[in-house]
């Protein structure tokens, strides 16, 4: 029999012809008119992991876009690892920017351009091709694996909670590997150890039952733009620090590890003020931009709305004003909590004359973090290094995946991320790719990940 490597080396030309196939499908999982391109994108996973050997595989509803799971439990004494991605991509707007139509993948110079083939179909089908390597190859997985693969990431996992908290004992498992991520550069890799979370709400200020003439009432009511503008500036203080009382109660801080593993990415704070086309950065006092990027919490205002905006005035004070405010959230802070700390923030702070209406966002979610030396991170720190002949950056991310704390809340399992996409990649954008040699670099990198798990115990 081949080795997994020879194996995977000797298929390459139809594992890319697959992934050509499998980019072709337009499962936009935000449009309703591609619901069943997501079905049928799910239906195709099902059937390549059939092909590839993994067992008991099936779509399964869950209310929305449906999940895909399979198995493959056949290692006595080892652990269980699940492996997890998404078949669902975003819209593929605005097309005329597109150089290719996004469904239709071209391969040039190296790279597979289409919607989906780096977030997530690229990086999502190597590790179920790397299982049908080691199976070919050796008979047989170091470690026992679970997959779970979703179409609902790119609209936020609505359904997967509920799911989640169902099938707990299908999905039990030691580890989460989550196929859905990436490396620091093309020479250097990383291992993502924190993702913040999220919430938000939206205050509409209302005044007046109607607009009314600024000359013949200005200066004996309240203006609801004027209420909006003290209430917001309440929230923060000139320097970037959160007034909200209770915001900070619940902050994880970092420790002297965590300020060194990200003080050693050297970041240069010129060179991003030139790609933002800025001047200065601002933030909380005494932490750095990654920190504050990465490990401190935000109060953001996403979109402040009233009154006449059109061309020329209009003496009017309008009868109610609006915003929409987001935070990120750092380790032990809950979402529920943080929109209850604005609400009342907003109510004891409201200038008289108006009413406030506090709406919460659709948007929660909750912030992970994962030991930097938990035994799943140890494994992918010497994969990684073996493979790129250097040591992974430890990483945080400013955003939210809230599948991270799905597994850790509803299986007791952390995560970690080991996708191979790279940040010029353009995902969510016109033109997205995915490097060829990232689709083989995983496929090899998660033959030897699972075989490291085994030798680690997971």
């Not at 078949?87 to 605005?94: C, I, N, S, T």
């Not at 503008?229 to 590890?257: K, Q, T, W």
Request: glycine residues 10%; proline residues 7%; hydrophobic residues 40%.
């Amino acid at each position: 029999m081949p080795t997994p490597e020879a194996y995977l080396e000797a298929h390459q030309p139809r594992f890319l012809d697959e992934l050509l196939d499998f980019l072709r499908i337009p499962s936009v999982s935000s449009l309703s008119a591609h619901s069943a391109d997501v079905q049928r994108a799910g239906e195709w996973v099902a059937e390549r992991m059939r092909s590839a050997g993994i067992e008991e595989v099936k779509v399964l509803p869950t209310g929305g876009h449906p999940v895909v799971y399979g198995e493959w439990l056949h290692a006595p004494d080892q652990p269980t690892v699940l492996i997890y991605g998404h078949f669902d991509v975003q819209p593929a707007d605005p097309l005329g920017e597109w150089k290719h139509p996004p469904f239709e993948p071209v391969v040039e110079q190296g790279r597979v351009y289409a919607r989906g083939a780096s977030d997530d179909k690229g990086n999502m089908l190597a590790p179920i091709v790397a299982v049908e390597g080691l199976l070919q190859s050796t008979g047989s997985i170091p470690v026992n694996v679970k997959f779970l693969f979703e179409g609902q990431e790119e609209i936020g996992s609505p359904q997967l909670p509920d799911f989640m908290e169902t099938h707990a004992d299908l999905l039990a498992c030691d580890l989460v590997l989550s196929a859905d991520g990436g490396q620091w550069s093309e020479g250097r890799p990383c291992i993502l150890v924190s993702l913040r979370g999220g919430c938000g709400i939206q205050i509409d200020l209302k005044g007046p039952d109607h607009d009314l003439h600024s000359g013949l009432h200005g200066g004996a009511i309240q203006n609801p733009i004027h209420g909006l503008v003290r209430l917001l500036d309440s929230m923060r203080s000139p320097d970037g620090r959160i007034l909200v009382n209770g915001f900070y109660d619940d902050v994880a801080e970092l420790s002297d590890v965590d300020r060194a593993q990200i003080a050693a990415l050297a970041h240069d704070d010129t060179a991003y003020l030139d790609r933002l086309g800025i001047d200065a950065v601002f933030g909380e006092p005494g932490y750095s931009t990654l920190e504050r990027q990465w490990a401190r919490p935000t109060l953001e205002l996403n979109g402040i709305w009233s009154g006449f905006q059109g061309e020329g005035t209009k003496t009017v004070i309008p009868e109610a004003a609006h915003a929409k405010i987001t935070c990120r959230l750092v380790a032990h802070q809950e979402p529920d909590r943080i929109v209850e700390l604005l609400t009342a923030h907003v109510k004891e702070n409201m200038p008289e004359g108006v009413k406030a209406t506090i709406t919460p966002a659709g948007f929660s979610a909750k912030p992970y973090l994962i030991p930097h030396d938990h035994p799943g991170n140890q494994a992918a720190h010497a994969v990684l290094e073996k493979m790129y002949g250097k040591p992974p950056h430890y990483v945080r991310m400013g955003g939210s995946i809230p599948i991270c704390a799905l597994f850790l809340e509803h299986l007791g399992a952390h995560t970690v991320s080991f996708g191979f996409g790279l940040h010029d990649e353009r995902i969510h954008a016109p033109n997205e790719f995915f490097r060829l040699d990232s689709f083989e670099r995983g496929q090899r990198a998660y033959c030897e990940l699972l075989a490291q798990l085994a030798r680690l115990g997971a």
